[in-house]
């Protein structure tokens, strides 16, 4: 069974960082891709950046991602964090499961930029 838990949101002033972290479990990690995403309050959800063991595009100006295969976790760094970055940050996996590709969502972590 698949399971993501994310943690390290909470509140930071602007210009501060975070990092978040999902840890995943049920599946081969090292064959999926993940992302995180973000939903703000009476906005859809959208994709910050993906992850997967062969690489990417692993930044995305202000916001870094990166995976531990041992541990099966997968970090995101956010940088000079700015208010309208103020969201529920979710760890995505997708994962094929021999006819198409799944989503897998966390439960998601709040992040809150203010001063």
Same mark, same amino acid.
């Given at each position: ?22 840890? /995943? ?11 995180? %995403? ?11 950046? &993906? ?7 692993? $930044? $995305?100006?202000?916001? $870094?991602? &990166? ?7 997968? %970090? ?12 529920? %940050?979710?760890?995505? /996996? ?6 198409? %590709? ?9 992040? $809150?930029? &203010?001063?």
């Amino acid at each position: 069974q698949v399971h993501l838990v994310e943690s390290g949101g909470g509140l930071v002033q602007p210009g501060g960082s975070l990092r978040l972290s999902c840890a /995943a479990s049920g599946f081969t990690f090292s064959r999926s891709v993940m992302s995180w %995403y973000r939903q703000a309050p009476g906005k859809e959800r959208e994709l910050v950046t &993906s992850f997967t063991s062969a690489g990417g595009n692993p $930044t $995305t100006g202000r916001f $870094t991602i &990166s995976g531990d295969n041992a541990k099966k976790t997968v %970090y995101l760094q956010m940088n000079s964090l700015k208010p309208e970055d103020t969201a529920v %940050y979710y760890c995505n /996996a997708r994962l094929w499961n021999g006819a198409r %590709y799944v989503d897998y969502w966390g439960q998601g972590t709040q992040v $809150t930029v &203010s001063s």
